[in-house]
């Protein structure tokens, strides 16, 4: 007997389990996501957005929703002049493209 109600809490276990995550129960490892604002770096676009990436996101760039292009990266602001530029962090701006400003390094 008591074999088989190791067995039927076996079937229990894995018909919990897949009911889990059938219904999404993986979603609560995933990261949180937070609003952020993109801007397209394309030189014909330059489409300003916001997306909700994971707190840690690294996977730049993202898909500009205006162009289709890979080309989305994190918009700054030039601490002189305000005007906008994506940061991408592999290559970043020496100056700002409006007012010539030295813009920080990261």
Known sequence: MNRNLLWALIVVAVAFAGFWL????TAMFSPPKIPTLLKCSAADCGN????????????YP???PKCGQLSAFILQHCWKC???YAL???HPLQACPK???TLPQN
Do not use: H, I, W, Y
């Open 22 to 25: 059938l219904r999404g129960g």
């Open 48 to 59: 300003e957005f916001t997306a909700q990436l994971p707190v840690r996101f690294k996977d």
């Open 62 to 64: 993202v898909k500009c």
């Open 82 to 84: 305000d005007a906008t």
């Open 88 to 90: 991408d962090r592999k």
């Open 99 to 101: 007012c010539g400003s």
